[in-house]
C-alpha cells in the first residue's frame, strides 16, 4: 500500500472507530496529544539549521541578487497569497452567539511585546519557550554572517550532518503518520458535536474554494500577466507536477518535477542562455526555506478559529497576523497554528480541529505551494534576468479578471454555506430551560404582591420565621440570573437556589414573594418580608436605611455594547475620547454617581429594572451593568457583548437586606453566608447560574456501540 493510501486508510480507521465508540473515544485522546508533541518536537531546531545552511552557503554577489530580486518577487507573492487570507472572512455567515460570564472578561489583554517576540535577548529562552519568530530571526542574521566567514564551510557541514539527523528523525514520525491520523481522527469523529462538524463544513468549504482560485488563477495568471509565457502554457507544462503534489501532498518530492517544468518553459519562451539554466535550481532551493503560499493560507484557520470561538480578529490585527504569521510559519505548521491561536486568545482548543482539517486542507495546501514555486522560479528568472515583461493591457486584464473571480468565489460559496448550514440561535433557550441544582421541595411562589398573606406578627423576624414555619423572602422580578422565571413557570436562579439553602438550614419552608424596588426598605422594616434576596448591590444609602448581610458575592462593573463596536469600549480612556454617549443605568445612585465621575460628558438615562435596559425605540450607545448580570442578558439579546473597561476593575459587592432591629436574624445570615463560602456552596452556584457550566443538557454522541448495539448502557 502507498503512503497516501495508508494516511487514507488511517484517516478512514479513525472515522469508523470514532462513530463505533463515540464518546468512549475520548480515551484515545492521550494518544493523539502524544503524536502531536512527536511532530512539534524537532521542528524548532530543524528551523535553526536548515536556515543557516541556506542562508549560510551563498556568496556576496548571489545573496545581494536574490536578496533585492528575489525578495521581491517573494514579497508580491506573499502579498497576494495574505489578500487571499484576508478576503477569507467574508465567506463565513455572520452568526449569533453569546455566552455565560467568564473570568477572562476580567483579565486585561497582554500588551503585544514586539521587541520580546521578534528580538532574541536570549535565543536559548526562544528555544526553549517556542518564541518562533525569535528563532527564526536569530538563525537568518547567524545564516547571513556566515556569507562573509571564510572558513566557514567547517561549520556548515556539521550543521549539515545535524540536519540530515533530524530530517531522519521526521522520517521516522512521518512513518508512523498513518497511526497518528487514526487517533486523532478517532478521537475528533467520537467527540465531536454535531454543532461543531456543522461549523466544520464552512471551514472545509472555504478553504478550498480560495487554495484553487490561488493556485489555478492568481498565482500562474500573474505569471502570464509579467512574462510572455501563457496561462494555459504555465498550467499545461506544470499540470503533472502539481497534480502529484495534491494526491502525495508532499511538494518536497515533485521539486525537482517542477523545476524541470520551469526549464522548459524558459527555454520555450526566453532567448536562449545558458547562464539561466541554474537560476531556478537556485531559486526554488533558496526559496525553500521561506514559507510557500501553501502555508500562508493556513492562517485562515486563525480567521476561522476566531469566528468559531466568537473570538473576533479584527482588522487593526491584520497587520499583526500578517507580520507575525510570516515569521512563525518559517518553522513547522504545528507549531505556527497554536503560537498564533495563544497570541490572538483564541482557545487552544480548537487547534485539534486544525489537525482534522488538516486530513484535507494539507493536499490543497500542497497544490497551492507546488503553484507557489513556479510562480517564485519563473518571476525571480526573469526578474534576475533583465526584468520582467509589463505590458499594461495584459496586467489590467489581468487585475480585472482576478478581482471578478474572488467576488465570484466569496459570494458562490457563502451563498451555498446559507443554504446548506442552518444558523439558527438558540441560547435563549438554554437560560430558560434552566433548573435548581439540587431537587427541592417546591416553594411557594406568590407573583403579586396583594395575594401575599398579611404579617400579624410583632416577634423578631427570627421569632416569626419559627411561629410560621416558614422563610419568607422578597425577590425583586427582572433580576436575572439571580430571581427569574424559567419556562416551567417556576422561579429559579442563584438567590433563589440561595433562599432554599437558607430555609433548609433554619429547617422552614420557603415562600417567594415579590417586592417592589420603590417600596424595598418599607416592605423589609413592615415584616412583609424577612429578607430580600435578589442580587442587591451594597450601596451606602441602603446601608443607612436597612441591615444588609456579609457579601456572598462581588460582581464586577462593565458595559454592555453593541457586538461590531465593542472594540472600541476596550478602556476608559477610549470611551473618554468618543465625547457624549448616550449610557442607560439602572438606579443605584451610588454606582451611577462613580460612572459619572469616570465619564462626566456621557448621557446618564437612569431607568428601573434590567429589562428597561434593552427598550426603547433609539438604543443607548451602551448600558451600564455588572459583567456577571450583563453576560446573562446577552443570552437573550444576542447582539450585544460585555466589556470590561481598562485599566482598573470596579469591584460591585452583593448582600441580603433585612430590617435593622433584629440583629438575631442578621448575626445567623452573616455566620450562614461564611459556612457557604468556605462549604463550596456558593462557587457551585455560581459555576450553575453565572458561569453556566452545566446549564446545557449535554446528550451523548451517536455511536454504533451504544445506539445500534445497545452494549453500553451508562447514562
Known amino acids: 500500500m502507498s503512503y497516501s493510501k495508508q494516511i487514507l486508510a488511517g484517516v478512514a480507521a479513525g472515522i469508523a472507530v470514532g462513530l463505533i465508540l463515540g464518546d468512549l473515544a475520548a480515551s484515545l485522546k492521550l494518544a ?229 517544468a520551469t526549464k522548459e518553459l524558459l527555454r520555450d519562451y526566453h532567448a536562449a542562455n545558458p547562464d539561466l539554466e541554474s537560476l531556478p535550481n537556485v531559486i526554488v532551493a533558496t526559496s525553500f526555506n521561506f514559507p510557500h503560499a501553501g502555508k500562508i493560507l493556513a492562517l485562515t484557520f486563525i480567521l476561522f478559529a476566531g469566528w468559531f470561538s466568537d473570538v473576533i480578529v479584527a482588522g487593526r490585527d491584520y497587520p499583526k497576523l500578517a507580520a507575525t504569521g510570516l515569521l512563525v510559519l518559517f518553522g513547522n505548521i504545528n507549531v505556527a497554528v497554536p503560537f498564533l491561536l495563544d497570541l490572538f486568545g483564541i482557545p487552544a482548543d480548537t487547534f485539534h480541529l486544525f489537525n482534522v482539517t488538516s486530513v484535507v486542507n494539507a493536499r490543497f495546501g500542497t497544490l497551492v505551494a507546488g503553484s507557489h514555486t513556479i510562480a517564485v522560479a519563473l518571476l525571480g528568472t526573469w526578474a534576475l534576468a533583465g526584468g520582467w515583461h509589463v505590458d499594461a493591457r495584459r496586467i489590467g486584464r489581468y487585475v480585472a479578471l482576478t478581482a471578478l473571480l474572488v467576488v465570484c468565489t466569496v459570494g458562490g460559496v457563502r451563498a451555498v454555506i446559507s443554504r446548506t448550514v442552518t444558523n439558527e440561535y438558540d441560547r435563549d433557550k438554554v437560560i430558560a430551560k434552566m433548573q435548581l441544582l439540587v431537587t427541592r421541595e417546591p416553594a411557594v411562589e406568590y407573583r403579586r404582591s396583594a395575594d401575599v398573606p398579611a404579617n400579624t406578627s410583632t416577634a423578631p423576624a427570627h421569632d416569626r420565621i419559627r411561629q410560621r414555619g416558614t422563610l419568607r423572602v422578597g425577590y425583586l422580578p427582572d433580576s436575572l440570573p439571580f430571581v427569574y422565571e424559567n419556562a416551567a413557570g417556576r422561579l429559579v436562579g442563584f438567590d433563589v437556589e440561595m433562599a432554599h439553602e437558607l430555609a433548609a438550614e433554619l429547617a422552614v419552608r420557603l415562600e417567594l414573594v415579590p417586592v417592589e424596588r420603590e417600596r424595598l426598605v418599607e416592605r423589609v422594616e413592615s415584616g412583609y418580608c424577612d429578607l430580600v434576596m435578589s442580587g442587591l448591590a451594597v450601596t451606602p444609602a441602603r446601608a443607612a436605611e436597612l441591615r444588609l448581610s456579609t457579601a456572598y458575592l462581588d460582581e464586577t462593573m462593565a458595559l454592555v455594547v453593541r457586538d461590531e463596536v465593542r472594540d472600541r469600549f476596550a478602556t476608559w480612556r477610549g470611551i473618554r475620547a468618543m465625547g457624549q454617549l448616550s449610557i442607560r443605568v439602572p438606579r443605584v445612585p451610588y454606582y451611577v454617581a462613580k460612572l459619572r465621575a469616570e465619564l462626566p460628558d456621557a448621557k446618564l438615562t437612569v431607568v428601573d429594572g434590567t429589562s428597561a435596559l434593552f427598550d426603547g425605540a433609539s438604543p443607548a450607545d451602551a448600558i451600564a451593568l455588572t459583567a456577571e448580570r450583563g453576560s446573562t442578558l446577552t443570552l437573550l439579546h444576542p447582539a450585544y457583548s460585555v466589556v470590561v473597561p481598562q485599566p482598573g476593575v470596579l469591584k460591585v459587592p452583593l448582600a441580603y437586606a433585612m430590617a435593622n432591629g433584629d440583629p438575631r436574624l442578621a448575626s445567623f445570615v452573616d455566620t450562614w453566608i461564611e459556612l457557604k463560602r468556605k462549604d463550596g456552596t456558593t462557587d457551585r452556584l455560581f459555576e450553575h447560574w453565572i458561569l453556566g457550566r452545566s446549564a446545557e443538557v449535554h446528550h451523548r454522541r451517536w455511536s454504533v456501540i451504544r445506539d445500534v448495539l445497545h452494549w453500553d448502557r451508562s447514562p
Open 32 to 260: 493523539a496529544d502524544a503524536y502531536l508533541k512527536l511532530l512539534q518536537m524537532t521542528v524548532l531546531p530543524y528551523v535553526v539549521v536548515s536556515l543557516i545552511i541556506g542562508l549560510g552557503s551563498l556568496n556576496g554577489a548571489q545573496a545581494k541578487a536574490l536578496a533585492l530580486r528575489g525578495g521581491a518577487v517573494l514579497l508580491l507573492v506573499w502579498v497576494l497569497a495574505l489578500a487571499v487570507v484576508f478576503v477569507f472572512p467574508l465567506m463565513l455567515p455572520p452568526q449569533q452567539t453569546a455566552s455565560f460570564f467568564s473570568t477572562t472578561l476580567l483579565e486585561p489583554r497582554e500588551p503585544f511585546d514586539f521587541l520580546g517576540l521578534y528580538i532574541p535577548s536570549n535565543p536559548f529562552n526562544a528555544l526553549a519557550n517556542n518564541v518562533v519568530p525569535a528563532v527564526v530571526l536569530f538563525s537568518a542574521f547567524l545564516g547571513v554572517s556566515l556569507i562573509a566567514v571564510p572558513d566557514k564551510q567547517p561549520l556548515i557541514d556539521v550543521f549539515a550532518v545535524a540536519e540530515k539527523a533530524m530530517a531522519r528523525v521526521m522520517k521516522l514520525v512521518a512513518r508512523i503518520m498513518p497511526v497518528g491520523l487514526f487517533f486523532i481522527t478517532a478521537t475528533a469523529a467520537g467527540t465531536l458535536s454535531m454543532e461543531e462538524l456543522r461549523r466544520l463544513q464552512v471551514y472545509l468549504l472555504a478553504y478550498i474554494a480560495v487554495s484553487l482560485l490561488l493556485s489555478l488563477w492568481i498565482l500562474p495568471g500573474l505569471v502570464s500577466a509579467l512574462t510572455p509565457i501563457p496561462y494555459r502554457m504555465v498550467l499545461g507544462r506544470t499540470r503533472d507536477a502539481l497534480l502529484t503534489a495534491f494526491l502525495t501532498g508532499s511538494l518536497f518530492i515533485v521539486l525537482p518535477m517542477l523545476i524541470d
